[in-house]
Every structure is written in structure tokens, then in C-alpha cells.
């Protein structure tokens, strides 16, 4: 990783907060895909045993945040069970998104990914649900800052290599719905119910990104950008991202029947490429 002048000082103060056990790069900056203006996603494991002291991560936040005044952490759980906390900060002008995990259950998470059992959940921000496989991915493609006790070396070895047995629940878990969205979407048809359509449609084509990326051992940690990841992984369907937008644009012009349509076609090359 080239060296970041703002990493290496977010680095230095966090280490500092109690109960911090591990420092991690998280997002687009960690995969190697991010431009000049992407955020830093920084992920805080703490154990257990030893809480996050968050009053101390406040005063911490406070010293390198640009308005100190309206900076603000958040107890552990405010933001639910699996983004669970954190802050949104500018420092130097940059965007700076502090996530708080629990690598105890990090870890109880990615045990049971690895054996082939993930979970759904509604959680805001992602409009196809939270996947359970997300905490497996957001390790094997972190960034460790700072892993004095190799916390995070360790649960690396549990996500890469990609487990099988993770491979073939999330095609099984996915694959059938995307038909199923299809199905739904067609009996809207008829009443003209676009929203309907459009959001059983969504979740078919966001099926079909888990799916592509489950045949591909590529762990998929958020849906924007998904499909047009989706489009250039090696195992894929031809004009992937082309046909999306086709779907998009079939829908806003009230096409939704061929919509659906050709959402079937994209679902029978997917199941071709499953066998």
C-alpha cells in the first residue's frame, strides 16, 4: 500500500482509543479501486472481553476531525447488528467513515459462512439486505493498519481461500429468487404498478450479482457497483451492465413486460453458467 500521510495519522490516534484491538482499511481504498475523492473507510475491532471505550474515541475523533463541534460517535449498536456504530468525520478535507466491529462475532460469523450457513437481514443502506458473507469479505479484502496481537491475520485465513461450502450456499440462497422476482413483477404488470415492477426487478437483478460473484469465489461487500463488477469478472454473462441499463431504461419508458422479459433471458445464461 502506498504510504498515506492521513492513514498513518488516523492510525497513530485510534491505536490510542481503549478497547481498539485492530485498525483496518476497509472499502474501495483497500481493493485498489478508489479515485482521488473516495472515502476512507476505517474498521475498529474491538473484543468482547475489552469494549470500545467510545467516550475516548470521541475525544480522539474530536482532535483530527476539521469541525471538532459537530462531531459525534455513536454508542456500539446505534446503527444496528451488523454496521453497529461509528462516525462520519472530515479530516484534512477528506471523508473519514469510522465502523466499529466485534471480532468475536465476526469471527461466530464467518465460522458459520464457511460452513455454508449465511444470513439476510434488512439493514437501511442496502436495499437488498445485509448478507452475512459481507463480514467475510470486508476481512479478506481489508487493509491491516495496525494488528499487534494478529487479530486480523487470523481471520484472514478463515475467508481466503474462498470456502466451497460459502460458494454453493449463496447460489443456492439466490438463484431461485431471481425467477421468483420475475414472477412477482409480471403480475404487477397487469395493474400497471411500475414502483412494484421496478423493485421486484431490482431485487432479481441483485440475485443475480450474488450469484456471478459466489460462481467467481469474489466476495461481494456492497451492492453499488455490484453488477458492473459483475459484468467484468471471468465467469459472467455476456453485455451484462448493457442489459441492466436496458432493463432501467424498459421500465422508466413503462415497458414493463419486456422488462421482465428480458430479465428471464439474462436468468436462463446465469443458470447455464450454474451447472
Excluded at 475516548?56 to 476531525?65: D, M, P, Q, S, T
Excluded at 447488528?81 to 469471527?107: F, H
Excluded at 450456499?169 to 395493474?191: C, D, T
Excluded at 455490484?226 to 419508458?253: F, K, M, N, S, Y
Aim: charged share 20%; aromatic share 6%; glycine share 8%.
Amino acid at each position: 500500500m502506498p504510504h498515506d500521510p492521513l492513514l498513518t495519522r488516523l492510525t497513530s490516534v485510534l491505536a490510542e482509543v481503549p478497547g481498539v484491538q485492530a485498525i483496518v482499511l476497509g472499502g474501495s481504498r483497500a481493493r485498489g479501486s478508489a479515485h482521488a475523492a473516495s472515502d476512507y473507510d476505517i474498521g475498529l475491532y474491538f473484543r468482547t472481553a475489552i469494549p470500545l471505550h467510545t467516550e475516548r474515541l470521541l475525544a480522539a475523533a474530536e482532535g483530527i476531525a476539521d469541525d471538532p463541534a459537530a462531531t459525534a460517535v455513536t454508542p456500539v449498536g446505534e446503527w444496528g447488528q451488523w454496521i453497529v456504530g461509528g462516525a462520519w468525520l472530515s479530516v484534512e478535507g477528506r471523508k473519514v467513515d469510522l465502523l466499529y466491529r466485534n471480532a468475536d462475532a465476526v469471527e461466530a460469523v464467518m465460522e458459520s459462512c464457511g460452513a455454508g450457513v449465511v444470513t439476510m437481514d434488512y439493514q437501511p443502506g442496502h436495499p437488498h439486505g445485509f448478507c452475512s458473507a459481507i463480514w467475510m469479505g470486508e476481512i479478506a479484502y481489508c487493509q491491516p493498519l495496525r494488528d499487534p496481537n494478529g487479530l486480523i491475520a487470523r481471520l484472514k485465513s478463515i475467508a481466503l481461500p474462498y470456502p466451497p461450502p460459502l460458494r454453493a450456499a449463496l447460489v443456492r440462497r439466490f438463484q431461485w429468487e431471481i425467477s421468483f422476482g420475475v414472477e412477482n413483477a409480471e403480475l404487477a404488470v397487469a395493474r400497471g404498478e411500475q414502483t412494484h415492477v421496478a423493485g421486484c426487478l431490482y431485487r432479481s437483478l441483485a440475485c443475480i450479482a450474488q450469484v456471478l460473484f459466489a460462481l467467481n469465489e469474489r466476495y461481494l461487500i456492497n451492492e453499488k457497483g455490484a453488477l458492473q463488477e459483475a459484468a467484468r469478472l471471468p465467469v459472467t454473462i455476456p453485455h451484462l451492465a448493457e442489459r441492466t441499463d436496458d432493463v432501467w431504461r424498459l421500465i422508466g419508458d413503462g415497458a414493463l413486460a419486456p422488462a421482465c422479459e428480458l430479465l428471464r433471458k439474462i436468468d436462463q445464461q446465469l443458470k447455464v453458467l450454474s451447472q
